[in-house]
């Protein structure tokens, strides 16, 4: 059974303080993605890990990063938390298989407030 | 450019109803997988299925099916003799084929089933 989990469900930051939002699976997936979702936007990839270590940006990276320092673990990172971070962020893993990523499958999500 | 489109913001039926929800998409490749996803109150995204662009054959599972039509660059779900648990926010993804391998989400169809 697949199983993604993320360190906290809710979550209320000051502004200016540092958030970290942890996530990890245990499926042995090589890629690894944060995306934060919005009313009226959508879900936007934040960035994504296709290895240790490895590190890519996604179609919003400002105000983040990101660490990876195992395979089974990807820490998002806001460097100076702002209250448009207020967000619902959704991590997810998958398999590569060729050249299509396999199934992305998401963890619980995390509700970050940021006063 | 790719993209998805679930024109159909909310819908609401009375449980046992059969309801469907549509799915169209934009690709210029040949080779691309379609997915759905439901997203319940508790904010998790589950994976429901995933479609190879070769794969054209309709597919059951148990009170869901789908229905995918590359002629009509449809994947639309059908859910069957609906129940008050089917109550979600469903989404329609198609894989991104930049090595990012991001999922480009629909922005969802909220589904309320009335007892």
């Known amino acids: 059974d697949v199983k993604v989990t993320q360190s906290s469900r809710y979550l209320v930051k000051r502004t200016g303080e540092k958030v970290f939002l942890e996530c990890v699976q245990d499926?042995?997936?090589?890629?690894m993605f944060w995306y934060r979702q919005d009313p009226g936007l959508g879900l936007r990839l934040i960035y994504f890990?296709?290895?240790?270590?490895?590190?890519e940006k996604g179609d919003i990276p400002e105000g983040y990063s990101v660490s990876r320092e195992k395979k089974e673990r990807f820490s998002l990172i806001l460097e100076s938390a702002s209250t448009n971070q207020t967000s619902m962020y959704l991590c997810a893993s998958s398999w590569t298989s060729g050249r299509l990523y396999e199934t992305q499958y998401f963890g619980p999500g995390t509700r970050l407030l940021v006063l | 450019a790719q993209k998805v489109t679930q024109a159909q913001t909310e819908i609401s039926v009375v449980e046992k109803e059969d309801v469907t929800l549509d799915c169209v998409y934009e690709t210029r490749d040949t080779t691309y997988y379609l997915f759905w996803y439901k997203q319940p109150p508790s904010g998790e995204l589950v994976f429901l299925i995933r479609?190879?662009?070769?794969?054209?054959q309709n597919e059951i599972s148990g009170r869901y099916s789908w229905n995918f039509q590359k002629s009509t660059s449809s994947f639309n779900f059908t859910i069957t003799a609906s129940q008050v648990v089917d109550s979600a926010v469903y989404f329609c993804?198609?894989?991104?084929?930049?090595?990012?391998?991001?999922?480009?989400f629909g922005q969802g169809t909220t589904l309320q089933v009335k007892p």
């Open positions: 479609r190879n662009s070769f794969d054209e």
């Open positions: 499926m042995d997936h090589e890629n």
């Open positions: 993804a198609l894989s991104d084929l930049s090595w990012t391998g991001k999922l480009i």
């Open positions: 890990s296709y290895d240790v270590k490895m590190k």
